[in-house]
Nanobody, 123 residues
Framework: VQLQASGGGLVQPGGSLRLSCTASGSTFSSAAVGWFRQAPGKERLFVAGISWSGAGTLYQDSLKGRFTISRDNAKNTVYLQMNSLKPEDTAVYYC?????????????????WGQGTQVTVSS
């Protein structure tokens, strides 16, 4: 599975962005997908995850209500809708896939990683 993350950019505080993670490979529709982010000088942290079918989602507690993860298996794409963005959301956002059916917060579970997309929240 090869993953391509896109949709990042510069946005003002309070704005929104939608990130996309598009995959190649027939096994994507059976794989759970997660989004992680890494700010400069900090560790990579779990943001959100979605099960293979989309029926189950998982979020970092502090992001619930602002971020929404979804997927369209017909398009081999997972989305991360980010609303009410704050300067502290600034980071490189990575999508990752695992052969497991259900998402997990642990980065070590994920076998495949995209290249990352930069999100900068600043006025």
């Amino acid at each position: 599975v090869q993953l391509q993350a896109s949709g990042g950019g510069l946005v003002q505080p309070g704005g929104s962005l939608r990130l996309s993670c598009t995959a190649s490979g027939s096994t994507f529709s059976s794989a759970a997908v997660g989004w992680f982010r890494q700010a400069p000088g900090k560790e990579r942290l779990f943001v959100a995850g979605i099960s293979w079918s989309g029926a189950g989602t998982l979020y970092q507690d502090s992001l619930k209500g602002r971020f929404t993860i979804s997927r369209d298996n017909a398009k081999n794409t997972v989305y991360l809708q980010m609303n009410s963005l704050k300067p502290e959301d600034t980071a490189v956002y990575y999508c990752a896939a695992t052969s497991q059916r259900w998402a997990d917060q642990k980065a070590a579970v994920y076998n495949y990683w995209g290249q990352g997309t930069q999100v900068t929240v600043s006025s």
